[in-house]
């Protein structure tokens, strides 16, 4: 089992960046391929970016692509998502979850959450 906890988020002007962690207590951490995904005000939740166990595969949404990376560093029980040029469209909760199939990531139907980081965005 893993308990992740994000964080990392906060106001930015657009054009900016941030970087969102995604960590885990566990032990089993590095067994699990890790998504990060979003929900706006009023929106369903949304996959944003994947990344498999060992990082050598990545998946991410059109929205985001080319302005967002995913990592990961395993020795530290952590994913990153670095975010650039940021939009106000960007604005939302910011949740990661994790599944040992890397390719369910991007369908994003879990049962547990956790509170997620607020990113927000102004213009």
């Known amino acids: 089992q893993v308990q992740l906890v994000e964080s990392g988020g906060g106001l930015v002007q657009a054009g900016g960046s941030l970087r969102l962690s995604c960590a885990d207590s566990?032990?089993?951490?590095?067994?699990?391929?890790i998504g990060w995904f979003r929900q706006a005000p009023g929106k369903e939740r949304e996959f944003v970016a994947a990344i498999s166990r060992s990082g050598y595969r990545t998946d991410y949404a059109d929205s985001v692509k080319g302005r967002c990376t995913i990592s990961r560093d395993n020795a530290k029980n952590t994913v990153y998502l670095q975010m650039n040029s940021l939009k106000p469209e960007d604005t939302a909760v910011y949740y990661c979850?994790?599944?040992?199939?890397?390719?369910?990531?991007?369908?994003?139907?879990?049962?547990?959450w956790g509170q997620g980081t607020q990113v927000t965005v102004s213009s």
């Open positions: 566990g032990r089993t951490f590095s067994t699990y391929a």
């Open positions: 979850n994790a599944d040992v199939i890397f390719g369910r990531l991007r369908v994003g139907v879990y049962d547990s």
